[in-house]
């Protein structure tokens, strides 16, 4: 009859239609900002974590270290996660997991130095404070050795009780050296201590080098700096009244005396150590022994506890400030400035060196804190990350290089039935009309035009309701 095909036209028409307006919307979709990505967090046995670890980043004396597309966090000890933990987070693979557990008797509880080596090693040396025991120290300093696979040398207690001062790190070889001035007995703050040099895991390497042979003989002399420079042995940086000197391993070759003042502002990266975050350096320690200048932070702007690239085996500080004023951070990267804000619509706005602010995420629990998150030059490009495993990556002139999917949206908003939802409206049509159309059956034409009307309409109907429902689950 006239009508019915008419009206089967008209629905198999609109069915159509409505199949390839939802295709038409996932193919421009990507394009709306979508929330930020978030890491799987994994314990040191594979088991998957819910979150991650309460106290991972608030070490701000090193909060990240970069290296070989990986980011090395310390987690200090915490009810959650005793004697603490070093966890490894890997934006690229979407991973982080604890890398290896801390011995529970030497718990982290802040890390005073961490120097990376060849073969994507890390040296560490971090602070623990243990329950005091007859005759012994409630702080000590301990060292070991790790990579992404765990610890390469397991967590040792180094000479020393409350008091010890690390001086500096160093590798030899394979090997991770050790310079600190133990405390011991009455002397609490190693001021006046000889400087023992810990090689980690040889227990017959420790050489002791005195305060004597340093400090030349001097009686007004303290030594606050050690470095391994390349291939010539350790070097020292003594402070003598009112000027900094260094000297060789062997106390020989005392070089031109400079202001005591440097110190205050020296940055170690050469000796594996950073200065804290409201501390801002001056001067840079270079491996030869050169001091170096740096440029004062901008005006109007205070620092920010900064991630450190790995290059070579020294670290390398990434600039990184706070506006005075407003919400977000200012990032300084290879001579281009970045800015984060949040804005009051909820979203995440990234301004680089190419123009107005582009809005590239948008701020939904838990990732509300992307604004003062670290920005990371990783392989692909850069990554804005926080300790807490949000992370948005970005392409170098400040667009969103990850978007969520629609699927990966829906599944972060936790809406029942949103997801097969939206994939009955993409997909309800080929399913119903497909098969009938290529098997051609029933054979008879008008049973088979019949046929195609129903599954039409049932199509129609069943997938007209979910779009007033699915639209604001994806605006």
Partial sequence: MPFLRILSWLLLGAACLLWAAALGFVALWPRHPTGARQLHWRDATGRALASAPSTCGQDTRFPLLVQQNRVWLPCPAAPDLPGGAIALLEPARGE?????????????????????????????????????????????????????????????????????RLLGLGWSGRQLEVALAPARGEDTHAEAADAVLVRVGDTEFPVTVTREEMCLFLQDCAVRVAYRAAQAGWRFLVEDGGTLREVRESGIGEAEGRSIELLAGLDLRVAGRLRPPNLPPRYRLEPDGTILPLEPPPSGRRPLPAPALAEGSRLVPLSRSLLEQGRGAVHEWEDQRWHTAAAADGTLRVEGDTGAPAAVARLEAPCTRLASGFLVPLRRGLTLLTPDGCYVGLTRSGQRDDPLNLFEHLERLHVPHAVPALLWVLLGCPMLLLPSALLRWP?????????????????LFSALPLIPWLLPLLS
């Avoid at 329950?131 to 397991?154: I, K, R, Y």
């Avoid at 054979?443 to 199509?459: H, K, M, Q, V």
Wanted: glycine share 16%; net charge neutral.
């Fill in 96 to 164: 982080a997991r604890l890398v290896a557990p801390l011995p529970e008797r030497l718990p982290l509880e802040r890390v005073e130095g961490l120097l990376p080596g060849s073969g994507g090693t890390v040296g560490l040396v971090y602070r623990a404070s243990s329950p005091p025991h007859s005759g012994g120290v409630a702080e000590v300093l301990v060292a070991g050795v790790a990579n992404d696979e765990g610890w390469q040398v397991p967590p040792e207690r180094l000479p020393g009780g409350a008091g010890s």
């Fill in 443 to 459: 054979r008879d034409p008008g049973l088979r035009r019949l046929s195609g009307t129903l599954l039409s309409a049932c199509y």
